[in-house]
């Protein structure tokens, strides 16, 4: 039987990483013209990187309820509302952005798919989420990754899965999965996002936020070393009285 011609990609693909999928103990034959087989390409799809445990809403509960503390106990801060009104600014920026790409798609310019559906993704999230609400999951994730050193594979891991969260508040529905003949939603229960969709949400919300986040986590880390000292300095009291 004749076997089907190779494409060059596959074939540059073979010279470089051979016939086996490149994660350690797997036996599988890659995906041709990937470089992991077919189920850890799934896995790098779903999680960013196939090593990549998926972080879950229960995992970020302990970092957003230390970001919710200190925001509460800076409302009447200054600085947090001269804050707020910056980003503000720059969330009203990102919309222009995002309609002026979209409609220029629609009258017929060229783009990459996954970077449309990025654009996508993001104008559903800024007309179904208010800034704060986004503002909260982008400090989590950083404040997440801070105190628990290691829990991302890598960078692209990270954004990957911070890109997840912002698809699940901003209730975004895939137009390839709806029933163009019903128009009712068509059920995945695994939602799969590519490279550009990713970078395209990522780096959009990070001219809006940065390294906001950071910030938000030092002044979290400093408040705890000071809790820490004052508990040091009353059971040292307490020792003392008798």
């Known amino acids: 039987m004749t076997q089907p011609p190779v494409s060059l990609r596959e074939a540059k693909m073979s010279q470089v990483?051979?016939?086996?999928?490149?994660?350690?103990?797997?036996?599988?034959?890659?995906?041709?013209?990937?470089?992991?087989?077919?189920?850890?390409?799934?896995?790098?799809?779903?999680?960013?990187?196939?090593?990549?445990?998926?972080?879950?809403?229960?995992?970020?509960?302990?970092?957003?309820?230390e970001i919710q503390e200190l925001l509460e106990a800076n409302k009447s801060n200054p600085s947090l509302h001269d804050?707020?009104?910056?980003?503000?600014?720059?969330?009203?920026?990102?919309?222009?952005?995002?309609?002026?790409?979209?409609?220029?798609?629609?009258?017929?310019?060229?783009?990459?798919?996954?970077?449309?559906?990025?654009?996508?993704?993001?104008?559903?999230?800024?007309?179904?989420v208010p800034m704060d609400e986004v503002l909260l999951l982008w400090v989590s994730f950083q404040r997440f990754e801070d105190s628990t050193p290691g829990i991302f594979v890598n960078q692209r891991s990270y954004k990957h899965q911070l890109v997840k969260h912002v698809r699940r508040i901003s209730h975004f529905v895939d137009p390839a999965l709806i029933n163009?003949?019903?128009?009712?939603?068509?059920?995945?229960?695994?939602?799969?996002?590519?490279?550009?969709?990713v970078n395209t949400v990522y780096d959009l919300l990070n001219q809006v936020f940065g390294v906001s986040g950071y910030q938000f986590s030092?002044?979290?880390?400093?408040?705890?070393?000071?809790?820490?000292?004052?508990?040091?300095?009353?059971?040292?009291?307490?020792?003392?009285?008798t």
């Open 17 to 65: 990483y051979g016939r086996k999928c490149q994660i350690a103990g797997c036996s599988l034959h890659r995906k041709s013209g990937k470089k992991y087989c077919n189920k850890h390409e799934h896995g790098f799809h779903l999680k960013g990187d196939p090593m990549q445990v998926s972080i879950k809403i229960s995992s970020l509960q302990r970092s957003t309820q």
């Open 83 to 128: 804050l707020r009104l910056a980003l503000g600014e720059r969330w009203v920026i990102l919309g222009k952005a995002v309609d002026r790409y979209l409609k220029q798609q629609a009258d017929g310019l060229a783009g990459v798919k996954g970077q449309r559906k990025g654009y996508q993704v993001l104008q559903s999230l800024l007309k179904n």
């Open 218 to 241: 030092k002044a979290i880390a400093k408040r705890i070393d000071s809790k820490e000292e004052l508990d040091k300095r009353v059971r040292s009291a307490l020792v003392g009285i």
């Open 180 to 197: 163009k003949r019903t128009g009712k939603k068509i059920v995945k229960y695994v939602v799969e996002m590519g490279v550009p969709e």
